[in-house]
C-alpha cells in the first residue's frame, strides 16, 4: 500500500548487496510496515499493515510467510548489514579523521520459556545505588557511530553493529562482543582510525588487553580503587639477577590521589588540581583536574594508560574516575568525548518508545538474532535520511513549526514524525490519479486507520 519516497529509496538502494532481490523486496515492505504501523508492533501487527488496503480473514492462513521468513529463514546477516550502513553514513556525512564510536549494552524486556539467549539481567534504568534491579530479557550489546549534526554542537548516535549476549558457561561476556565487533568494524575502514567510548562494564581485560593501539583508542572509567603502578620502571643493579622490573612502584588508586590533590597546597606539584573549562552534557563547566600516566596491569597489561580525575567545584556533578589509551590527550578532550556517551543512551530509548523494538513476540533463534539489530539499523537509516535530506522538506518545517518550548528538532521522535508524514504524502500523490483510484486511496486509508483499533 505504501510508497517508499526517493530520498529514501537512494538509501535503501545501497543496501542491495546484503539481500538477494526478492528478499530486498521484503525489506523494504517490512521497513514501511514498521515506520507505518499503528498498533503494537507486534509482527502480525506490522505485517497487516503492510496489507491495509486487503481484508484480511483470520479464520483462513495470513499470507505472511515471506515477511515471517525474511528473519527466520534468510541468508542475510547483521554483521554484512551493518556494513554498508556504516559506510552509507561515513560516505554522507563526510566523515573525515578518527571515527568516534560508542558502545553499550541494552536489555530488551521478554519472557517464556522457549526464547533463544534468554537469561536474567540487570536492569539499568530500574536499578538504584542501593538496589540492583534484574530482568527477563535478551541483552544486546551495540556499537554505534557518534555523528555531529552539521552546524550545532549537537551529537547523535547511529548503531552500526548489534551481537546478542547469551547466558551460560563458555559464553563471550559483552566486553569480548565488543572486541570482535570492533575487529570487524576495523575490516571495513581498513585505512581509517577508531575512538571507542564505554562505560565501566567495558573497561576490563577481555576488551583492553592487547588492543591494537595504533588504530584504535579507548575512553572509559576507571574504578575508584584500581590497582595502578608507575610508568617507569625502577633501574635494576647489574649484581642483580633475574628479569628486570617492567612497571615501576605502586601510585596511589584514583580516589586515594583525589584526596592527595586536596591535601597539596603547591601549584607546581603533580599531585595538585588543575581547572579546565569543558563542554559535557550540553554545559559548559570549568571543572578541576588532575591527569597522570600509569600503567593498570589487571586490566590493559602494561601499555600505559592516562588517568584523569574530574571534580565540580559547584559539586553539581560527582566526582568522575576517567581514564584513556591516548597518552597524548588533554584531559579536556577525555571529559567531552567521554560524555558523548550519554548519546547512545537517547538513542536506546527512542528505539524503545518510538520504534517498539521490545514489542515482537517472536523466540526462535534467528528471528531472535536478526530482528532487533534490524530496527537500531533503519534507526540509523531514518537519522542518516533526516540529517542529509529530510530536514529540508515541506513536512520537516511543518513539524517545526508544531513543536514546543521542550522539543528539539534532532530527536528521534521528531525525525520519525517527519519520515511518516513524507511517506505518506507520497503515496497519496502515487494513487491519487482518478476518481476511481482516489475511492479505492480512500478505502485503503480507512483500513489501514482501522488497524489502529
Not at 323 to 348: G, H, Q
Request: glycine share 6%; with cysteine; aromatic share 10%.
Amino acid at each position: 500500500m505504501f510508497t517508499l519516497p526517493l530520498s529514501l529509496q537512494s538509501l535503501m538502494q545501497c543496501l542491495l548487496p546484503v539481500f538477494t532481490a526478492p528478499c530486498f523486496q521484503t525489506q523494504t515492505e517490512i521497513f514501511l510496515g514498521w515506520m507505518m504501523c499503528l498498533s503494537r508492533r507486534t509482527e502480525f501487527s506490522v505485517f497487516r499493515t503492510i496489507h491495509a488496503h486487503k481484508s484480511l480473514n483470520r479464520k483462513v492462513r495470513h499470507p505472511f510467510d515471506r515477511f515471517y521468513n525474511f528473519f527466520a529463514r534468510s541468508a542475510w546477516t547483521v554483521a554484512d548489514l551493518g556494513r554498508f550502513v556504516a559506510v552509507e553514513i561515513v560516505t554522507r556525512m563526510y566523515l573525515q579523521g578518527t571515527l568516534q564510536l560508542v558502545t553499550d549494552s541494552t536489555l530488551i524486556h521478554k519472557r517464556g520459556k522457549h526464547v533463544y539467549g534468554l537469561g536474567w539481567f540487570r536492569d539499568a534504568p530500574r536499578s538504584t545505588k542501593k538496589r540492583v534491579a534484574t530482568a527477563s530479557g535478551n541483552q544486546w550489546v551495540v556499537v554505534a557511530l557518534i555523528v555531529p549534526v552539521p552546524a550545532t554542537d549537537i551529537y547523535i548516535t547511529l548503531p552500526i553493529h548489534v551481537d546478542i549476549h547469551t547466558p551460560g558457561e563458555n559464553q563471550p561476556g559483552e566486553a569480548g562482543l565488543v572486541r570482535k565487533m570492533l575487529k570487524e568494524i576495523l575490516q571495513w575502514f581498513p585505512d581509517r582510525d577508531l575512538s571507542l567510548v564505554g562505560d565501566g562494564g567495558f573497561s576490563n581485560k577481555n576488551l583492553l588487553k592487547g588492543l591494537d593501539r595504533r588504530r584504535v583508542t579507548y575512553t572509559g572509567v576507571i574504578r575508584s580503587d584500581a590497582e595502578i603502578y608507575d610508568v617507569t620502571p625502577p633501574k635494576q643493579p647489574k649484581s642483580k639477577p633475574g628479569p628486570k622490573p617492567r612497571k615501576g612502584g605502586r601510585l596511589p588508586s584514583p580516589k586515594q590521589a583525589a584526596l592527595k590533590a586536596n591535601r597539596t597546597k603547591s601549584e607546581n606539584s603533580p599531585w595538585a588540581w588543575r581547572t579546565t573549562t569543558a563542554t559535557a552534557y550540553g554545559v559548559t563547566r570549568s571543572l578541576q583536574v588532575l591527569a597522570y600516566p600509569a600503567v593498570w596491569p589487571e586490566v590493559a597489561g602494561l601499555d600505559p594508560i592516562l588517568i584523569v580525575i574530574v571534580r565540580d567545584p559547584l559539586k553539581k556533578l560527582k566526582d568522575k574516575y576517567l581514564f584513556t589509551t591516548d597518552l597524548n590527550a588533554s584531559p579536556r578532550w577525555v571529559i567531552e568525548t567521554y560524555a558523548k556517551r550519554w548519546c547512545i543512551e537517547v538513542m536506546f530509548k527512542a528505539s524503545k518508545q518510538v520504534l517498539g523494538i521490545e514489542q515482537p513476540q517472536h523466540w526462535c533463534k534467528n528471528s531472535i538474532k536478526k530482528l532487533a539489530p534490524w530496527v537500531w539499523l533503519m534507526q540509523s537509516l531514518v537519522i542518516l535520511w533526516y540529517l542529509t535530506e529530510g530536514h529540508q522538506t515541506s513536512e520537516a518545517s511543518e513539524e517545526r513549526g508544531n513543536m514546543g518550548e521542550w522539543e528539539t528538532e534532532w530527536s528521534f521522535r521528531h525525525m520519525y514524525r517527519v519520515c511518516r508524514k513524507v511517506i505518506l504524502r507520497r503515496t497519496i500523490t502515487r494513487h491519487s490519479g482518478t476518481k476511481a483510484e482516489l475511492a479505492e486511496l480512500i478505502s485503503s486509508l480507512e483500513s489501514y486507520l482501522n488497524l489502529a483499533a
